[in-house]
Nanobody
Framework: VQLVESGGGMVQPGGSLRLSCAASGFSFSYTIMRWYRQPPGKERELVAQISSTGGSTYYVGSVKGRFTISRDNAKNTVYLQMNSLKPEDTAVYYC?????????WGQGTQVTVSS
């Protein structure tokens, strides 16, 4: 299993970023996918989830209305569009498959929101 996150960076409050996660080594198109984040000095937390077909999504309350999770099963890639970013969104962001492969993690991508 390989998970490669990208798209992070430094952005001012109110800005946007689009994260990508390229997955391989498992049946991506049949797997529910999640985005997690780990703020500095804090526990990793679930941010968003998307069903295998993309027809169902879930968001933690703090990002609802600002973040959008999506996927392209033809490209084995899951995305996280982040708008109206706040300083409290600063974290390392990870994608993760639900189920048998859930112990697999990538290197993450750093998102820093600061003026």
């Amino acid at each position: 299993v390989q998970l490669v996150e990208s798209g992070g960076g430094m952005v001012q409050p109110g800005g946007s970023l689009r994260l990508s996660c390229a997955a391989s080594g498992f049946s991506f198109s049949y797997t529910i996918m999640r985005w997690y984040r780990q703020p500095p000095g804090k526990e990793r937390e679930l941010v968003a989830q998307i069903s295998s077909t993309g027809g169902s999504t879930y968001y933690v309350g703090s990002v609802k209305g600002r973040f959008t999770i999506s996927r392209d099963n033809a490209k084995n890639t899951v995305y996280l569009q982040m708008n109206s970013l706040k300083p409290e969104d600063t974290a390392v962001y990870y994608c993760n498959p639900v189920g048998a492969q859930s112990s697999s993690w990538g290197q993450g991508t750093q998102v820093t929101v600061s003026s």
